[in-house]
């Protein structure tokens, strides 16, 4: 679990120094000015952050259904191996996604007004910039979503239909309790992850409204990895221990 939350907590890291600095920049000088290239090695670390964490997300969903449906055998199925080797992948596969983006990118021909009405390199405003014909891009686009975003989402969905049997078969409030507060966490991040992306992804709003995906956009971006390292602090019982002997030091 905590391998699985210290790669979560990396591209919380990578997606905020990739957003933050230059929605900064737009914020107190009311715009900015970027190359092609700039713009797109912006969205290749934002797409390589959001791919990683919906596998990520998945993985850690498996976890939590092995912990709680199949307690006896936990240690054996999600081993120190097995986890390394999961966390192996899911960076092979989002980079994989992230250079197929990229080259599809750099092969459209882009013609002005080169301006972007956003507060980052996103997909869909890149692909507005392009003179070429981008039905084959959204083709792309729809299995590639289909990859990273539905496959990964269903799977997390199964998994939490199982762990939910599960624990309404536990005859012990206790054990209910404490089943749920293993994967409170995990599904807290899932849910404002997922119904962000969700929200501006399958229903883009346009005109007046299009300033609500801007502030959506910021939640999945910017506020999803300040609340992500809050709720596995507030949940977890070992860092809670470890602030509390680090606590005298800083108020000495």
Same mark, same amino acid.
């Given at each position: 679990?905590?391998? &699985?939350? @210290?790669?979560?907590?990396?591209?919380?890291?990578?997606?905020?120094?990739?957003?933050?600095?230059?929605?900064? *920049?737009?914020?107190? $000088?009311?715009?900015?000015? =970027?190359?092609?290239?700039?713009?797109?090695?912006? &969205?290749?670390?934002?797409?390589?952050?959001?791919?990683?964490? &919906?596998?990520?997300?998945?993985?850690?969903? *498996?976890?939590?259904?092995?912990?709680?449906?199949?307690?006896?055998?936990?240690?054996?199925?999600?081993?120190?191996?097995?986890?390394? !080797?999961?966390?192996?992948?899911?960076?092979?596969?989002?980079?994989?996604?992230?250079?197929?983006?990229?080259? +599809?990118?750099?092969?459209?021909?882009?013609?002005?007004?080169?301006?972007? $009405?956003? %507060?980052?390199?996103?997909?869909?405003?890149?692909?507005?910039?392009?003179? +070429?014909? @981008?039905?084959?891009?959204?083709?792309?686009?729809?299995?590639?979503?289909?990859?990273?975003?539905?496959?990964?989402? =269903?799977?997390?969905?199964?998994?939490?239909?199982?762990?939910?049997?599960?624990?309404?078969?536990?005859?012990?409030?206790?054990?209910?309790?404490?089943?749920? @507060?293993?994967?409170?966490? $995990?599904?807290?991040?899932?849910?404002? #992850?997922?119904?962000?992306?969700?929200?501006?992804?399958?229903?883009? @709003? !346009?005109?007046?409204?299009?300033?609500?995906?801007?502030?959506?956009?910021? %939640?999945?971006?910017?506020?999803?990895?300040?609340?992500?390292?809050?709720?596995?602090? &507030?949940?977890?019982?070992?860092?809670?221990?470890?602030?509390? !002997?680090?606590?005298?030091? %800083? #108020?000495?």
């Amino acid at each position: 679990m905590y391998l &699985f939350i @210290t790669q979560l907590s990396l591209l919380d890291i990578i997606l905020s120094t990739d957003i933050l600095p230059n929605f900064l *920049y737009i914020i107190l $000088h009311d715009g900015c000015t =970027m190359s092609l290239a700039e713009c797109i090695i912006q &969205f290749s670390f934002f797409v390589n952050a959001e791919a990683s964490e &919906f596998f990520l997300l998945t993985v850690m969903s *498996y976890d939590r259904y092995l912990a709680i449906c199949k307690p006896l055998h936990y240690n054996s199925l999600m081993n120190q191996s097995i986890c390394i !080797k999961s966390v192996i992948i899911i960076w092979l596969l989002s980079l994989k996604m992230t250079l197929v983006n990229s080259i +599809s990118l750099c092969s459209l021909y882009y013609c002005g007004p080169n301006i972007i $009405h956003h %507060f980052f390199c996103d997909y869909e405003p890149i692909i507005e910039l392009s003179c +070429s014909d @981008t039905s084959w891009i959204h083709n792309q686009t729809y299995v590639i979503g289909f990859i990273c975003v539905v496959a990964p989402f =269903m799977l997390i969905v199964i998994s939490y239909i199982y762990i939910v049997l599960t624990i309404l078969k536990m005859k012990s409030i206790t054990g209910r309790q404490k089943a749920f @507060t293993t994967c409170s966490s $995990h599904l807290t991040v899932v849910c404002i #992850f997922y119904g962000t992306l969700i929200a501006v992804y399958l229903f883009p @709003t !346009k005109g007046q409204l299009d300033i609500l995906n801007k502030v959506l956009s910021l %939640f999945y971006t910017v506020m999803t990895p300040l609340l992500n390292p809050i709720i596995y602090t &507030f949940r977890n019982k070992d860092i809670k221990k470890a602030i509390e !002997k680090i606590k005298p030091f %800083f #108020f000495y």
